[in-house]
C-alpha cells in the first residue's frame, strides 16, 4: 500500500464547475497536510494546508480533512482552464524533530473551456 | 533576488562523469531538502538537511552526496553518474516552524 494514494486522471471538468480531488493516506499518526499545484515542466507550487479536522477555504479553494477515514481532499469551485495542472497530496509526520513529507504522485486537472 | 534558486536548469552529462547540482535559497530556511520526480513515482526524497552540517538520507540516497556547510546553499553529488539517475531534481527549503515546501525551478538531468 503507497503512503499517500491519488488518483492519476485525468479529472476532466467543464469551466465553472467544482473540481474535486481526493487523496487518502496509510499513517495514523500523520499530523499535516498540504496542496501543491504543479504545471507541466513546473516546480509545486504550495496552494493549501491544513492540520485539523474539517474544512479550509482560501479563495476559491477548500480542503478537507477527516483523519477517521484518513482522506483529504481538495474542492476547486469555478474552474477555470488555469486550473488545469497536475495537483499534489503530501502527508506530514513529526520524526525525530523533522516533519517528514510524503508525496502522492499527483492527479491531472483538465478544465474544459 | 530573494528566494530558491537551483543551477543548472538543464544539463546533460556522460555516464560515470560526476556532476553537482546548485541549490541556494535566501530566507535562511533551517530545513533544505534534494527531491528526484520520475514519471511513475512522483516525488521522492533524496536527502534532506536540517541545518548547517546536518544531512540524513531520505527514501532513494544511493549514489547520491550532499553537503550543507552554509545554512543557504545545499548543493547534490552525483558522485558516478548512471543512466538511472535521469530526472527531475527539485531542491526545496522549508522554515523551522513547519509549514509546506518552496520549491526551486528544478534541474533536468540527462545521464547519457
Known amino acids: 500500500q503507497k503512503e499517500v494514494e491519488q488518483n492519476s486522471g485525468p479529472l476532466s471538468v467543464p469551466e465553472g464547475a467544482i473540481a474535486s480531488l481526493n487523496c487518502t493516506y496509510s499513517?495514523?499518526?500523520?499530523?499535516?497536510f498540504f496542496w501543491y499545484r504543479q504545471y507541466s515542466g513546473k516546480s509545486p507550487e504550495l496552494i493549501m494546508f491544513?492540520?485539523?479536522?474539517g474544512d479550509k477555504e482560501d479563495g476559491r479553494f477548500t480542503a478537507q480533512l477527516n483523519k477517521a477515514s484518513q482522506y483529504v481532499s481538495l474542492l476547486i469551485r469555478d474552474s477555470q482552464p488555469s486550473d488545469s495542472a497536475t495537483y499534489l497530496c503530501?502527508?506530514?509526520?513529526?520524526?525525530?524533530?523533522?516533519?517528514?513529507?510524503?508525496f502522492g504522485t499527483g492527479t491531472k486537472l483538465q478544465v474544459i473551456p | 533576488d530573494a528566494g530558491i534558486t537551483q543551477s543548472p536548469r538543464y544539463k546533460i552529462t556522460e555516464t560515470g562523469r560526476q556532476v553537482t547540482l546548485m541549490c541556494h535559497q535566501t530566507?535562511?530556511?533551517?530545513?533544505m531538502f534534494w527531491y528526484r520526480q520520475d514519471l511513475g513515482h512522483g516525488l521522492r526524497l533524496i536527502y534532506y538537511?536540517?541545518?548547517?552540517?546536518?544531512?540524513d538520507k531520505g527514501e532513494v540516497p544511493d549514489g547520491y552526496v550532499v553537503s550543507r556547510s552554509k545554512t543557504e546553499n545545499f548543493p547534490l553529488t552525483l558522485e558516478s553518474a548512471t543512466r538511472s539517475q535521469t530526472s527531475v531534481y527539485f531542491c526545496?527549503?522549508?522554515?523551522?516552524?513547519?509549514?509546506?515546501?518552496?520549491f526551486g525551478s528544478g534541474t533536468r538531468l540527462t545521464v547519457v
Open positions: 530566507w535562511s530556511h533551517s530545513y
Open positions: 526545496a527549503s522549508a522554515p523551522e516552524t513547519g509549514g509546506g515546501y518552496t
Open positions: 538537511s536540517a541545518a548547517a552540517d546536518i544531512t
Open positions: 503530501a502527508v506530514g509526520l513529526n520524526s525525530g524533530g523533522y516533519q517528514k513529507v510524503t
Open positions: 491544513i492540520y485539523s479536522n
Open positions: 499513517d495514523r499518526g500523520s499530523q499535516s
